[in-house]
């Protein structure tokens, strides 16, 4: 094999490697914040209020933080038809009517429509609290060190 042929494989092999690596951090963040998030969420609702998405976050292949306001928020299992979801720019929510129900409303993610299996509300207030908590313990740390 040509030198130069050599070294353009060991240079892609290199890249997807690295990209791989990526991934697999983004995947371990969203699963991290997908367990704190997790901790504030109630038990799980057949159906909750919703008029309209004000924001999303994706927590990983199949979870979902769809927030109504900005302190009103659902812990959302989907079905995993979605495998766009941890990368996803825009979502929609199809729901018939100004709820939203487990099994018979669905996410919309890159053209596909996903069931939604489970909705958990989740303590906004709590949440942004212990975020914040988090932040100024490790601000202290690092000013400590």
Same mark, same amino acid.
């Given at each position: 094999?040509?030198?130069?042929?050599?070294?353009?494989?060991?240079?892609?092999?290199?890249?997807?490697?690295?990209?791989? #690596?990526?991934?697999?951090?983004?995947? *371990?963040? +969203?699963?991290?914040?997908?367990?704190?998030? !997790?901790?504030?969420? &109630?038990?799980?609702?057949?159906?909750?209020?919703?008029?309209?998405?004000?924001?999303?976050?994706?927590?990983?292949?199949?979870?979902?933080?769809?927030?109504?306001?900005?302190?009103?928020?659902?812990?959302?299992?989907?079905? #995993?038809?979605?495998?766009?979801?941890? *990368?996803? +720019?825009?979502?929609?929510?199809?729901?018939? !009517?100004?709820?939203? &129900?487990?099994?018979?409303?669905?996410?919309?993610?890159?053209?596909?429509?996903?069931?939604?299996?489970?909705?958990?509300?989740?303590?906004?207030?709590?949440?942004?609290?212990?975020?914040?908590?988090?932040?100024?313990?490790?601000?202290?740390?690092?000013?400590?060190?």
């Amino acid at each position: 094999m040509n030198m130069k042929w050599m070294l353009l494989l060991i240079a892609a092999l290199s890249t997807t490697a690295g990209a791989q #690596d990526r991934k697999t951090e983004r995947m *371990t963040k +969203m699963e991290q914040r997908r367990e704190f998030v !997790t901790r504030f969420a &109630s038990e799980p609702k057949s159906s909750v209020p919703f008029a309209r998405s004000y924001d999303f976050e994706p927590l990983g292949q199949h979870t979902v933080l769809l927030y109504e306001s900005m302190n009103r928020a659902y812990l959302v299992e989907i079905e #995993d038809f979605c495998p766009d979801l941890p *990368t996803a +720019m825009a979502i929609g929510v199809d729901n018939k !009517t100004s709820s939203l &129900s487990a099994k018979f409303d669905a996410v919309r993610v890159g053209g596909r429509s996903c069931r939604i299996l489970e909705i958990r509300p989740v303590d906004v207030k709590a949440m942004k609290a212990a975020q914040k908590s988090e932040r100024e313990a490790a601000k202290a740390a690092k000013s400590a060190d």
